[in-house]
Structure formats: structure tokens, C-alpha cells
């Protein structure tokens, strides 16, 4: 069984840029959530896709965007990035279970 | 509105000693309470979760947590530290609500263990 994957693993990015994040969620999971965590504090919800609809969204502005596809697997669009986007970007997925499992993470720097 | 916190954004124990590492929660409604360890530039792997079954609540490594609705705690524990237990901790609460899986963490808990 294959866990989540996160792609790429490191992105630079410069201010005003976008950028596009990829997961791959676990074996037969339909349900994948997004999380921005910044240096030295825990994870914060950004939103949750289930079978290709956003059904829940954290405190994040509309320039945080993201898409399901029928496969299950997720991008997390950034537009006009801001210096304080700098972060670890965590994909989770689950499926009716109780518990989400995480992918490794992409690094995003923003200069 | 849910929200966890954890005690101590610093915790340092002997090899062999006890940890201790605390949580409390505060959610209007009957939650589910995880510990996720996080590793060096690596993701968050679930150590144990609590879903409203067995208040006591064994996890992977020797770790175990205590619900406790009295005092809102989850509280994470283990006999004897090792050197592989070193890594940052968090605790998360999501409610036990269908459909949504969104968690709320708190700021974690790096812990280190001294030789």
C-alpha cells in the first residue's frame, strides 16, 4: 500500500509568484486536506476536498485554492505569493476511518 | 471553536526516564484526540488517537495517552525515554462530527533526551 506523496519535496519561489503543490493520496482514500505549517508552530487547516468538492476551509484567504481529481489525488494553488507563505505544506487523506494520514511535505521559501 | 494546548514548547528528559508530555483541549462538543510525532524535515506520523472508546489509549513505541473529560486532558506518556524519541509533538483535536476531518493542533512539544 502506497502512503501519501507530496510533490516536489523544495520550492523557491519569489514574492507576487504562484505556485502549485501535488499530492497523491493513500490507497482508496477520498478524502484529502491541506495544511500550512509555518516554522516552530503546529499544522493549521487550510481545506479539505471530498470526492472533488471543497467541504470545509480554514482561515485562509481565496488566493489559497485548491482541486480533487477523479484519481483522488490534490494541488494547492498559491497565488501572489507573500513573504509569510514561506512554510511546510502538509497533504493528508483519509477515507470513512477516523484518521487522516500525512504526506512528507513540500518546502516553500518565498524571497 | 476548538483548541489545544500544550504545555511546554520545550521538554528534556534522561534516557531511561519518564515522559510526560501535556494536552489540553477544549472543544463544545465530544472530541477525538490524536498525538502525531514529527521528525526532522519529515511529515507528522499518528502516534495514538482517541475516539471515544477506551479512555487509556496505547500507541506505537511504548506511548500511551490518558483522556481525561474532567480536567480536558490527553496527556502523553512513556515509562522509558529513548534516543529515538526525540522529535516534536503534537496534539490535535477534531470534532466528532461526519464528514469533516479538519484538525486542530497545537504549537507541539520538541522533545530531546540526554544520554
Not at chain 1, 481545506?47 to 467541504?55: D, K, P, S, T, V
Not at chain 1, 505569493?81 to 521559501?109: I, N
Not at chain 2, 524535515?41 to 495514538?48: A, D, E, I, V
Not at chain 2, 515509562?79 to 484538525?103: I, K, T
Request: charged share 15%.
Amino acid at each position: 500500500e502506497t502512503g501519501v506523496t507530496q510533490s516536489p519535496t523544495h520550492l523557491i519561489k519569489t514574492r507576487g509568484q504562484q505556485v502549485t503543490l501535488r499530492c497523491s493520496s493513500q490507497s482508496g482514500h477520498n478524502t484529502v486536506s491541506w495544511y500550512q505549517q509555518a516554522l516552530g508552530q503546529g499544522p493549521q487547516f487550510i481545506f479539505q476536498y471530498y470526492r472533488e468538492e471543497e467541504n470545509g476551509r480554514g482561515n485562509f484567504p481565496p488566493r489559497f485554492s485548491g482541486l480533487q481529481f477523479p484519481n483522488y489525488s490534490s494541488e494547492l494553488n498559491v497565488n501572489a505569493l507573500e513573504l509569510d507563505d514561506s512554510a511546510l505544506y502538509l497533504c493528508a487523506s483519509a477515507s470513512s476511518g477516523d484518521t487522516q494520514y500525512f504526506g512528507p511535505g513540500t518546502r516553500l521559501t518565498v524571497l | 471553536a476548538q483548541s489545544v494546548t500544550q504545555l511546554g514548547s520545550h521538554v528534556s528528559v534522561s534516557e531511561g526516564a519518564l515522559v510526560l508530555l501535556r494536552c489540553n483541549y477544549s472543544s463544545s462538543v465530544p472530541p477525538y484526540l490524536f498525538w502525531y510525532v514529527q521528525y526532522p524535515n519529515q511529515g507528522l506520523q499518528l502516534l495514538l488517537k482517541y475516539t471515544s472508546a477506551a479512555t487509556l489509549v496505547k500507541g506505537i513505541n511504548g506511548f500511551e495517552a490518558e483522556f481525561k473529560k474532567s480536567e480536558t486532558s490527553f496527556h502523553l506518556t512513556k515509562p522509558s525515554a529513548h534516543m529515538s524519541d526525540a522529535a516534536e509533538y503534537f496534539c490535535a483535536v477534531r470534532n466528532a462530527g461526519a464528514g469533516s476531518y479538519q484538525l486542530t493542533f497545537g504549537k507541539g512539544t520538541k522533545l530531546s533526551v540526554i544520554p
